[in-house]
């Protein structure tokens, strides 16, 4: 069974940067397409970033481009998140999530991690 865990959020000033990450275990790592998620309060869970098996290809949701980057470590079987230019509406719990090969959606979510971009 895929497990996965978000972590590295926490507080941040506007402007600022934070690094989130997404341990994955459970499964073959490499046959798995990972997404970044997030939902705000009061707010639908949202797209925020995808990267397939190869790490050359990836796609951010337009509010992030730019200034978010994923990342993946197949040897670590972790995909990271770099989030720079903060804005306090980047403020949600982000979650990840894993997609297998021909998988029609992500099947495997993990528990969030809280990021808030505050002064």
């Known amino acids: 069974q895929v497990h996965l865990v978000e972590s590295g959020g926490g507080l941040v000033q506007p402007g600022g940067s934070l690094r989130i990450s997404c341990g994955f275990s459970g499964g073959t790592f490499s046959f798995y397409q990972i997404a970044w998620f997030r939902q705000a309060p009061g707010n639908e869970r949202e797209f925020v970033a995808y990267?397939?098996?190869?790490?050359?290809?990836?796609d951010y949701a337009d509010p992030v481009k730019g200034r978010f980057t994923i990342s993946r470590d197949n040897a670590k079987n972790t995909v990271h998140l770099q989030m720079k230019s903060l804005k306090p509406e980047d403020t949600a719990v982000y979650y990840c999530?894993?997609?297998?090969?021909?998988?029609?959606?992500?099947?495997?979510w993990g528990q969030g991690t809280q990021v808030t971009v505050s002064s």
């Open positions: 999530a894993a997609r297998n090969i021909g998988a029609a959606q992500y099947d495997y």
């Open positions: 990267i397939g098996r190869s790490a050359g290809i990836t």
